[in-house]
């Protein structure tokens, strides 16, 4: 059992900045001992833009966002073309496709991927969500920005079937997003390319 080396707030930190992605146990240590080193430049406003986060920051019931309204400003912004929708599997992929800018189009964000050994199934995406967005009629394209895993395909399959008879055109991104890859990770040019040149699904 190993010692505590400090006092049980500054464990209790360590334990939770563990739980972000990316940041293992010494990672924490480091960061945490870098928050309290630089108290009053970074740690007490990080601390306030965390709270004001908890207390503003909601998901767009529409399409899955995190933002500050609902629906988010992605949403109702008029100057989106509202018969195209780019189906992602989360919020950190709509972001890369923003960074690109390779389209100005609506999203949906599904919350992960269809993955039965996990125990992830339809109704733990938001895939009605998407169907009922399809069946009001105003959606003509379905993008389908997954990535280019299994998990990813066998969702925009699923996604194809529950959306087949209606009047929609489905799309996926083209091949010159690597297999295996995601989409967080990849850059500009490649998310721009790979949306210009989608094919049919």
């Known amino acids: 059992m190993s010692k505590s080396i400090a006092g049980p707030e500054i464990e209790r930190l360590i334990q939770l900045l563990a739980r972000v992605p990316g940041l293992g146990p010494r990672s924490a240590r480091r960061a945490a001992l870098h928050l309290i080193k630089k108290k009053d430049q970074l740690f007490a406003p990080l601390t306030a833009a965390m709270a004001e986060a908890v207390d503003k920051v909601r998901v767009c019931s529409t399409c899955g966002n995190v933002d500050t309204s609902d629906p988010c400003t992605l949403c109702t912004d008029p100057r989106r073309d509202g018969s195209t929708i780019i189906v992602v599997e989360d919020v950190s992929d709509l972001w890369a496709l923003e960074r690109a800018g390779a389209m100005n189009a609506r999203y ?22 998407l169907v009922g967005r399809v069946s009001e009629g105003a959606v003509s394209e379905l993008i389908l920005a997954v990535n280019a895993t299994v998990e990813g395909q066998t969702t925009a399959h699923y996604i194809t079937d529950q959306v087949a008879g209606m009047e929609v055109k489905v799309t996926r991104l083209a091949h010159g997003v690597p297999v295996g890859g995601e989409l967080d990770y990849l850059d500009e040019g490649t998310l721009s390319a790979a949306l210009k040149s989608r094919t049919s699904f």
Not at 108 to 129: A, E, F, Q, R, Y
Request: hydrophobic share 30%; aromatic share 0%.
């Open 108 to 129: 949906h964000v599904l919350g992960g991927t269809l993955s039965p050994l996990d125990g992830v199934g339809p109704d733990d995406l938001n895939i009605k969500g």
